[in-house]
């Protein structure tokens, strides 16, 4: 798998997430470098779990939608009599 980038503005935005959750959460003050570790971490260590969690819900959805696609092209043949 490829390590995941975010833009500088997807980032600060998730920075900002950490340091809130902290703060209301944990009632503790952490600063943008150490949010950004954690995060680091997280993606590291735990986010393959969700990404192989999405890959099998796009997954379900194709096989589905594929399935769906499968009725429309059997309603669209004509009798050969």
């Avoid at 600063?31 to 950004?36: D, K, L, R, T, V």
């Avoid at 669209?76 to 009599?81: A, F, G, R, S, V």
């Amino acid at each position: 798998m490829t390590e995941i980038r975010f833009s500088k503005d997807e980032t600060d935005r998730i920075v900002d997430k950490v340091k809130t959750y902290f703060a209301r959460e944990l009632e503790q003050d952490i600063g943008g470098f150490e949010a950004e570790f954690l995060i680091a971490f997280f993606a590291k260590e735990i986010g393959p779990y969700f990404y192989n969690r999405g890959l099998a819900d796009a997954q379900t959805v194709f096989r589905e939608k594929a399935e769906e696609a499968g009725y429309l092209i059997d309603e669209l043949e004509q009798p050969t009599n």
